[in-house]
């Protein structure tokens, strides 16, 4: 069925089993205090060697201390970090795949305080700091440490090395006009700019020998004013075969691009691929693509229609390990999808936390769970709520061998998760919703709809433990006037489930994630609307990634936003507000929905002095939180009872 993406392909002179690569991703977890590889980050790529993966990359691989992107990714600028790289290299390699390391150096986008970079132009966005131009001596000193750094990582045992010229790191630094001015042999001209480059690719040779495949990460097209571009791409392709690259590695954007690099749920699938497509017909070495390639299908549409001969996978391997065996089975059901949330994975790195997996929480745990034991005995799970929380316990309790029924009271699960899918972009979000029903549905869990937690079903049941996964309610606000306002007043699970009429003039109160959502699905109806934020910021449980699109949707639909707004009243068609040390009032207004705070559904917590089983409240029956919570106190309450 997927002929094509499991079909073996030559990178140099080694030959990966199929056409699936786990890019290089900067996971920020897995060193020690010195940066060398500790068994945190070994037990992450061996538990997703263990999936089938034809190739694998460690990210962010620093050829130099001062070119760190992030604090805790693993170094290669001394011969200290060997034994250990080696030690990971023998237990991935068990494995069958090709095993290398993208080799960088963040320049501008280093977190570091003292930047370098080609010439003295901080980073247009994300990172901040004073930045260096390097001088010419230091510009040498640093092709030394790629191809020093490149010997280290053969002598560790890795098949190839990737060079990061792509994303805004140093290389890009050098090829882009608007981050390079300089006016010697590294500035200027098209062949000055790519001389760095070219150098590097040199001393690598000179220190490993031609025969250790070099590949280069590059970007297709940098998405931002005076950047690199495809044009640019397609000239320097030919240009790198010839120096001997083993593969190109095309992707896109740079800190601050209007298309980002690790582009959210809003972004079509396989945003970048038009531009390994036209790579591919200028050069004959592998092209791999990258950018929102989810579905195995396709994948092999890629290959098979000859847009790229590799197809680079990140979140999807961080979501689910065995995404590449489940595949290749045609088991496309039993994959744990990526959502594109942007909110485990970078956003938390960029925060420069370890990062993590909303639908997959054991993303840097492996070392942990690897020899995790099976439960000492068997017990009766009773789970209240089949939303994205109650939904995930069950199928960890049920893997975990446990007995597991989960009751409903609404006729479909989904919960609120459900609702928010029904906004523009977001539909995605139902993906890990239709993976958690199939895996429950495939373990024999029973699940029973219109059915409440009541004392006679805890009967029933027996239940050793109950689990509360009641999800939240919207709270209504008291603000003056808002009651007594001839507007309909609604709130945003009202307006989502399409259970009111709103008229055409809508107030949005609240700027968090579900208000700005709730404003989009009501804009998209060609509604005008107007929201009204408390607070300072907007979305702040959002991924800044995923925000960037919803924001430039709310741009487009040009709905207005208030933020550190004081609230006089709420008038009969409208409200007097305060934003920004300026009095303004609203009027010919239909509607206002509420969308501020959410509080938890605990009623059946009064049922737990009339029974024997022990009751857990676990996602917004907790507290009401975002979907990573949800997931991850759901799994940890299965493997801790």
């Known amino acids: 069925m997927l002929s094509n993406l ?59 201390p001062g070119g760190q992107e992030l604090p805790d990714l693993p170094q290669m600028y001394t011969d200290a970090c060997i034994p250990a790289l080696r030690d990971m290299v023998q237990r991935v390699k068990q494995y069958d795949l090709l095993f290398g390391v993208q080799l960088m150096h963040g320049g501008r986008q280093s977190y570091l305080p003292q930047k370098v970079a080609p010439s003295a132009i901080p980073a247009p966005a994300v990172v901040k700091g004073e930045v260096r131009a390097l001088e010419i001596p230091e510009i040498k000193e640093l092709v030394s440490c790629f191809g020093d750094s490149a010997r280290r990582c053969r002598e560790a045992g890795f ?13 890009n630094q050098f090829l882009a006009p608007n981050s390079n001015i300089r006016t010697d042999e590294y500035g200027g001209s098209f062949e000055n700019r790519s001389r ?15 025969d250790f495949p ?99 996978f990140g979140r999807s391997f961080l979501a689910d390990p065995y995404y590449p065996e489940k595949a290749e089975k045609g088991e496309f059901d039993k994959i744990r999808p990526c959502i594109g949330c942007c909110l485990g994975c970078i956003h938390a790195v960029l925060a420069k936390e370890p990062g993590s997996c909303v639908v997959n929480p054991d993303v840097g745990r492996e070392y942990k769970l ?12 009773l789970i209240a709520g089949a939303g994205p929380a109650g939904l995930a316990a069950a199928r960890q309790f049920a ?78 606000p008291v603000i003056k006037g808002l009651f007594q306002s001839k507007m309909n007043l609604v709130t945003s699970v009202d307006v989502l489930a399409g259970r009111e009429h709103m008229g055409e003039n809508i107030i949005v109160l609240g700027g968090g994630m579900t208000g700005l959502i709730t404003a989009d699905f009501l804009a998209d109806q060609g509604k005008k609307v107007v929201v009204l934020n408390r607070k300072k910021s907007f979305a702040e449980e959002m991924s800044s990634n995923d925000r960037y699109y919803l924001r430039e949707r709310l741009k487009k639909e040009k709905v207005l936003l208030y933020k550190n707004v004081s609230i006089r009243q709420f008038t009969d068609d409208g409200v007097v507000f305060k934003a920004n040390d300026e009095e303004m009032t609203l009027t010919g207004f239909d509607a206002v929905v509420i969308s501020e705070k959410h509080s938890s559904i605990r009623d059946a917590r009064d049922l737990e002095k009339k029974a024997r089983a022990e009751f857990h409240l676990i996602g917004d029956a907790r507290s009401p939180r975002h979907l990573m919570y949800c997931i991850s106190e759901a799994e940890e309450i299965a493997k801790s009872v």
Request: hydrophobic content about 40%; some cysteine; overall charge negative.
């Open 159 to 171: 098949d190839c090395v990737e060079l990061h010229g792509a994303h805004g790191y140093l290389i």
């Open 370 to 381: 690897k020899d995790e034991k099976p439960p000492a005995q068997i017990q009766r799970i």
């Open 6 to 64: 499991f079909s073996p392909i030559r990178i140099g002179n080694r030959v990966a089993k199929n056409r699936l690569l786990m890019s290089a991703m900067s996971i920020n977890f897995g060193v020690d205090e010195n940066c060398c590889v500790t068994d945190q980050l070994v037990e992450y790529f061996v538990e997703r060697a263990k999936g089938g993966v034809g190739m694998m990359l460690v990210g962010g691989g620093s050829v130099h």
């Open 196 to 210: 760095f480059l070219f150098e590097i690719i040199d001393d690598i040779q000179a220190k490993t020998g031609r």
């Open 399 to 476: 893997l975990k061998g446990h007995r597991v029924m989960v009751c409903e009271q609404k006729e479909a699960p989904g919960g609120l998760l459900t609702l928010a899918a029904k906004a523009p972009g977001r539909g995605e979000l139902n993906d890990i919703l239709d993976f958690f029903r199939k895996e429950i549905s495939a373990l024999g869990v029973e699940t029973r709809y219109n059915t409440g937690l009541t004392l006679d079903l805890i009967h029933e049941v027996n239940p050793d433990h109950v689990i509360l996964a009641t999800g939240s309610m919207p709270d209504m």
């Open 214 to 312: 070099v590949g280069i990460r590059i970007n297709g097209k940098d998405y931002i004013e005076n950047g690199w571009e495809l044009k640019d791409t397609v000239r320097l392709a030919p240009l790198l075969e010839k120096a001997g690259a083993a593969y190109l590695h095309v992707s896109g954007g740079v800190y601050g691009s209007t298309e980002l690099t690790i582009p959210s749920m809003y972004t079509p699938h396989g945003c970048f691929v038009h531009l390994a497509e036209e790579v591919k017909k200028h050069v004959r070495i592998p092209v791999i693509t990258v950018g929102r390639i989810k579905y195995p299908e396709h994948a092999e549409a890629i290959i098979r229609e000859g847009k790229a001969d590799m197809v680079a």
